[in-house]
């Protein structure tokens, strides 16, 4: 089980709101290890380890809690 890295461009982040709901999402994901929000570039740089998760998961987690507001 290696470290795995993603990076995405999520360009609905649009304020301390959108940072918030982020940062209390990903860190439900007992898995990730890494976490950088850069809100002027509209990026989020994750690292995980687990097999379980895949790229896909995180984007969707993170993309609820952006849409939605709810943080599960």
Same mark, same amino acid.
């Given at each position: 089980?290696?470290?795995? =890295?993603? #990076? +995405?461009?999520?360009?609905?982040?649009? %304020?301390?709101? %959108?940072?918030?709901?982020?940062? &209390?999402?990903?860190? =439900?994901?007992? #898995? +990730?290890?890494?976490? @950088?929000?850069?809100?002027? #570039? =509209?990026?989020?740089?994750?690292?995980?380890?687990? @097999?379980?998760?895949?790229?896909? @998961?995180? &984007?969707?987690?993170?993309?609820?809690?952006?849409?939605?507001?709810?943080?599960?």
């Amino acid at each position: 089980m290696g470290v795995k =890295k993603i #990076e +995405i461009h999520q360009v609905n982040m649009y %304020c301390q709101h %959108c940072f918030n709901n982020v940062v &209390r999402a990903v860190s =439900k994901i007992k #898995e +990730i290890m890494y976490l @950088d929000i850069n809100m002027n #570039e =509209k990026t989020i740089i994750i690292k995980y380890q687990d @097999d379980s998760l895949n790229n896909n @998961d995180i &984007r969707q987690f993170i993309n609820k809690a952006l849409t939605t507001g709810i943080v599960s």
